[in-house]
């Protein structure tokens, strides 16, 4: 053991975790909790992977084979739904619970009660919301953006479960991220300035603020559908004075910047690990902090990009469009930075290094699909076609996703004490990224060809391509089942992890032992 | 760490952060009515004529009429014409007519809507059957009017308004018999 890990003056903490299920059920272990965290996010993403393989075998002919035009709706919205709050979201927190603690040299999450309720409440919430989809009139079926009316006047009756899934949700988040930001705040080791943070650090913090500044509206706007379902008031519908549009407002006032509590931890990540494989350190550590700041920034005036086509008046066109090409711009000094890092670096290309370049490449391409949608004129013929769908699955499938595996396999030496296999690893990212780009790449051009989204059916032109986007959805999702092989194979032998296992990696969470003891850093480092 | 302020102090301000991002979500309700008053879209037209209430003998606009139906309901809605001449500062009028053809009282509301919303803010109404309810009994048949006045400074380049009206059922929401015969 190593000297950082000292427990005196802690004779009241147990040195080890308890024993049985109740150790879960009680921990308020940041390692603990962020196992979990990781363990219930691959669960739904393997819950949501199962219901995009629906979509995609109902897509992979034209024509209706497989489900009910009706199911496959609640499969569109459940799929959606399930990725973004139960694989994503709680993916990065997990992360955070994790990593945050050792980067910066804390014993713990600066509130661990409120680490466990907001863990537990996760469970809860989705156990709800895929009950529904067993309730006599169906799951909800609007879509995971729940435009009203669709999800008031229109929704089936388990739209009630919905809403109240969302409320456990949301004040999960928000518990977590007080948690995050209490943490970073109050909890660095003597030495650690703000400016000496790793990024991933940085990242979250932003994000946390993200997170506390929207899931409240978010929680806003379920509540205006409540009362419009249940209590006879009229926020959303024009026949009692409301309009469905404002619902819009509302709901991408949230959703833009929900976008960005996907991507920035990723950002995050990707910033630790190609300055380790590259030996080299970042680029410009100060741009990337102030190109986070300024993407969280606009995040929040630039929403009516997703409403080019409801009518609003012409300055407000100029004015979204222009706000959100702007975002490109700290956008590419990040994707600069990243670059530069490599640049005459002594690379390496290890799984997690395979990951983030990928991501550095892919994102882009998510990023420049989301630059052509800015254009308010041909966002206008974009608009609920494939080509939406192609542009956010390219930033979040190789963006968050590939960030987060990118992450797992980085820090999986760490958390387990054992070394993955790296032929597995690498055949999980070859065949991940083979298949993400055959899923994805063809759904440009059907959509630029018109094909609309959420449709079980199709024109018989856009055939092909479906069925290329099918087979690599299959292939895609096969491998996934293939990366908890590795995993599990990796907690259960492989070759000891020594405390460092790149030789390029900088940073405190490097200075204990692996697997990271139960508690660490109880008596904080010292940074220079 | 030494200076930074307590725990307790940090998360009372966050979570006074997220009331206020929570109420302000409520707050978008009113900021867009207001929004929409000033862009004059969403049907939002211009408040009284205050203008000169002479008229414009040197132009003409043409005033086109739209009725809608929301989806299921029953009524019959139309305008008696389909469009009129009018010149800005003069008092126009049209009337439309609705027939409640089921064999139970009804209540509906009328939603308006105009279009360009550049001209929205030179379109006066000074009367309207959307500014009421309206109840019908089974078969009943009523002429309702709408009154209004386009601005003498509405820009040159507007030759042509429309008018459109949506008519929603809200029968279960307003009972026929609480509400008032509107028209
Ligand atoms: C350069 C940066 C980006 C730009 C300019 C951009 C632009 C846009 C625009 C204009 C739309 C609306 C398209 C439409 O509905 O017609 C859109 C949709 C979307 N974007 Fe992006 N985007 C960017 C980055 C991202 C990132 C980083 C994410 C998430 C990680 C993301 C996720 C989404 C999602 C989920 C949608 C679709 C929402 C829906 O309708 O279901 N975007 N983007
Ligand atoms: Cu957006």
Known sequence: MSAVIDDHGHADHAHGPAKGLMRWVLTTNHKDIGTLYLWFAFCMFLLGGSFAMVIRAELFQPGLQIVEPAFFNQMTTMHGLV???????????????????????????????????????????????????????????????????????????????????????????????????????????????????????????????????????????????????????????????????????????????????????????????????????????????????????????????????????????????????????????????????????????????????????????????????????????????????????????????????????????????????????????????????????????????GMPRRIPDYNLQFADFNMVSSIGAFMFGATQIFFLFIVIKTIRGGAPAPAKPWDGAEGLEWSVPSPAPYHTFTTPPEVK | MADSISLKKLVTRLLGVVVAMFVFGFALVPLYDVMCKAFGINGKTAGQYEGEQVVDQSRQVRVQFLSTNNIDMPWEFYPKHDELTANPGAVNEMIFVARNPTDRPMSAQAVPSIAPSEAAAYFHKTECFCFTQQVLQPGQQIEMPVRFIVDRDMPKDVKHLTLSYTLFDITARHPPVAANTGG
């Not at chain 1, 537990?120 to 067993?134: D, G, I, R």
């Not at chain 1, 004490?417 to 994805?440: A, C, I, P, Q, R």
């Open chain 1, 83 to 449: 990725m973004v709050f139960g694989a994503v979201m709680p993916a990065f927190v997990g992360l955070a619970n994790w990593m945050i603690p050792l980067m910066i040299g804390a014993p713990d999450m600066a509130l661990p009660r409120m680490n466990n309720f907001s863990f537990w409440l996760l469970p809860a919430a989705f156990l709800l919301l895929v009950s529904t989809l067993f309730t006599p009139g169906g799951g909800p079926n609007f879509g995971w953006t729940f435009y009203a009316p669709l999800s008031t006047t229109y929704a089936p009756e388990s739209v009630t479960y919905f809403i109240f899934a969302i409320h456990l949700m949301g004040i999960s988040s928000i518990m977590g991220a007080i948690n995050v930001i209490a943490t970073i705040l109050n909890l660095r080791a003597p030495g650690m300035t703000l400016m000496k943070m790793p990024l991933f650090v940085w990242t979250w913090l932003i994000t946390a603020f993200l997170l506390i500044a929207v899931m409240p509206v978010l929680a806003g706007c379920v509540t205006m559908m409540l009362m419009d379902i249940h209590f006879g008031t009229s926020f959303f519908s024009a026949a009692g004075g409301g309009d469905p549009v404002l619902f819009q407002h509302v709901f991408w006032f949230f959703g833009h910047p929900e976008v960005y509590i996907m991507i920035l931890p990723a950002f995050g990540a990707v910033s630790q690990i190609i300055p380790t494989f590259s030996r080299k350190p970042l680029f410009g550590y100060t741009s990337m902090v102030y190109a986070t700041a300024s993407i969280a920034f606009l995040s929040f005036i630039v929403w009516a990009h997703h409403m080019f086509v409801v009518g609003i008046p012409l300055v407000g066109e100029l004015f979204f469009m222009y706000a959100t090409m702007l975002i490109a711009v700290p956008t590419g000094v990040k994707v600069f930075n990243w670059a530069s890092t490599m640049w005459q670096g002594s690379l390496t290309f290890e799984t997690p290094m395979l990951f983030a370049v990928a991501f550095v490449i892919l994102f882009s391409i998510g990023g420049f699909s989301g630059l052509m949608l800015a254009i308010a004129p041909a966002d206008f013929q974009y608009q609920d076609t494939y080509f939406v769908v192609a542009h956010f699955h390219y930033v979040l499938v190789p963006g968050a996703i590939f960030g987060i595996f990118a992450s797992a396999y980085y820090w999986l030496p760490k958390w387990t004490g054992h070394m993955y296999d790296e032929t597995l690893g690498k055949l999980h990212f070859w065949l991940s990224f083979v298949g993400m780009n055959l899923t994805f790449f063809p759904m440009h051009f059907v959509g630029l060809a």
